[in-house]
């Protein structure tokens, strides 16, 4: 957790609070580290991390964003603000429809 906080601070992004989400509660079995926060402005913020060694291809990107609709509906609330962070190899296709539907893409090869 400190580590994340660490590095949202380096990307200038400040949270009031920060929990943890497991994709279990959301019924995923998907790879991925889900955080929650709450922003200055009291708006849900959502950080997603994905580490993986192979690419991440348009169809994950699709059931990433399900996953997140689906965190909508377990918070009973919308979350504003979608980062993801990428630590892997990213199709140029798939961060196009991230930026398209409003995330912020932070990738790290």
């Known amino acids: 957790m400190k580590t994340m906080v660490d590095y949202l601070q380096k990307k200038h992004t400040i949270f009031k609070s920060l929990k943890v989400i497991t994709p279990k509660?959301?019924?995923s079995?998907?790879?991925v580290k889900l955080f929650l926060g709450v922003d200055l402005k009291d708006y849900y913020a959502l950080v997603m991390v994905l580490e993986k060694k192979s690419r991440v291809l348009r169809?994950?990107?699709g059931e990433?964003?399900?996953?997140?609709a689906k965190l909508e509906k377990y918070i009973?609330?919308?979350i504003k603000k979608k980062y993801i962070?990428?630590?892997a190899p990213l199709c140029s296709k798939a961060k196009?429809?991230?930026e398209e539907n409003s995330w912020k893409v932070w990738h790290e090869a």
């Not at 990433?64 to 997140?68: D, K, Q, S």
């Open 64 to 68: 990433l964003m399900v996953l997140h």
């Open 76 to 78: 009973d609330s919308t």
């Open 85 to 87: 962070i990428i630590k």
């Open 29 to 31: 079995r998907k790879k």
């Open 25 to 27: 509660e959301l019924g």
């Open 96 to 98: 196009a429809l991230l």
């Open 59 to 61: 169809k994950e990107v």
